[in-house]
């Protein structure tokens, strides 16, 4: 390469165009260019609408994290308890209700009434599957990829609680939403933590030999044994004998810079805090051990606090399908933290 050509290739390498070539490109926020989430819109299927996210993405991202599917769990459970069942409604069903709900933002119940038209059984019906129709009143269950033919439920059979959204009218969302990059970033590094070591051919250290008395034998002998180390049970220790051997003659050099560059510690308690953030339950309910002698407070008022902010409205909420039925089916009782 000539020196012009040299002196070219410095300043194009060292402009900002040539720089971002090669990063992976910048990550694009909801409210800069795409706009992802005002896109959103209900495609019409045959007799039926699509929801605007994938709702088989959201139950694989309901165990995509722990702390994601725990935060639901607790307000599932603190909802069951409270409930009082009927006989026209389970603790089983509503548990399955309030589930559907909490995950998908959308929750149905399904009227099934008497031979003289009077109410029998509210049974729930999976919110993955379920999906608004076109005509009014009217909803469909819909299972892509199986045998089963599409089902329309009998107009005026099915209620629907969802919570709503900024852009459309059809379908609910949920409100952790906002935490999808968190869940799944969270998941990402357990993945990449997990795959390391299961791995086992990482370099933990250099181990340098610079005594002469070392003889080929032995070299060989060490290099079998670091090589016999990978996979399962790699964390071994390995002996060296140097007779007559200076001091630094072996040395150990770890390379710590490369194993903890991913920051897996700091990315696993960011995206939890954000994942909390976003289901605002307290970190105490959920059984996080502390980092700090302080710890998180006193259990027992974070719990009354919690309920009376997020529980409550989800309950008054839920209370909607008594009068969509023009009669008391559901039902809650006081929640207390006393055993009595």
Not at 70 to 80: F, M, P, T, W
Not at 128 to 150: C, E, H, I, L, N
Not at 167 to 182: D, V
Request: hydrophobic content about 40%; some cysteine; glycine content about 6%.
């Amino acid at each position: 390469m000539s020196r012009k050509n040299k002196k070219k290739f410095k300043a194009q390498s060292t402009t900002p165009s040539n720089i971002d070539t090669f990063t992976f490109g910048e990550p694009v926020s909801v409210l800069d260019k795409r706009e992802i989430f005002d896109y959103f819109e209900c495609v019409q299927i045959d007799h039926w609408y699509e929801p605007p996210i994938s709702f088989d993405g959201l139950s694989k991202l309901f165990r995509a994290a722990p702390h994601h599917s725990s935060a639901i769990y607790v307000k599932r459970n603190i909802l069951v308890s409270t409930f009082q069942p009927s006989r026209f409604l389970s603790k089983l069903d509503f548990s399955r209700f309030a589930l559907d709900f909490l995950t998908f933002g959308n929750a149905y119940l399904e009227r099934r009434n008497n031979m003289v038209g009077n109410l029998l059984k509210l049974i729930p019906t999976l919110a993955k599957y379920t999906r608004r129709g076109v005509a009014d009143d009217s909803y469909w269950f819909v299972r892509y990829g199986y045998d089963s033919q599409p089902y329309e439920f009998k107009p005026g059979s099915v209620f629907q609680l969802y919570e709503p959204d900024l852009n459309q009218e059809l379908y609910g969302l949920p409100e952790y939403l906002a935490s999808t990059m968190s869940v799944l970033l969270n998941e990402a590094a357990t993945l990449f933590r997990l795959k390391y070591y299961r791995n086992g051919s990482h370099a933990g250290f250099i181990l340098y030999l610079s005594d002469a008395v070392q003889n080929q034998s032995d070299i060989d002998k060490i290099r079998k044994a670091m090589q016999d180390a990978k996979g399962i049970g790699n964390f071994r220790n390995l002996f060296i004998h140097a007779a007559n051997g200076k001091k630094d003659g072996v040395q150990v050099i770890p390379l710590n810079e490369v194993a903890t560059k991913d920051e897996f510690l700091n990315i696993k308690d960011v995206s939890r805090d954000d994942m909390l953030a976003a289901h605002r339950v307290p970190p105490q309910m959920m059984g996080i051990i502390p980092q700090n002698a302080g710890g998180f407070g006193d259990v027992e008022k974070a719990a009354k606090v919690f309920f009376r902010n997020e529980l409550a409205p989800l309950q008054s909420k839920m209370l909607q399908i008594n009068d969509w039925l023009g009669e008391e089916v559901i039902k809650f009782d006081k929640y207390t933290l006393d055993d009595e």
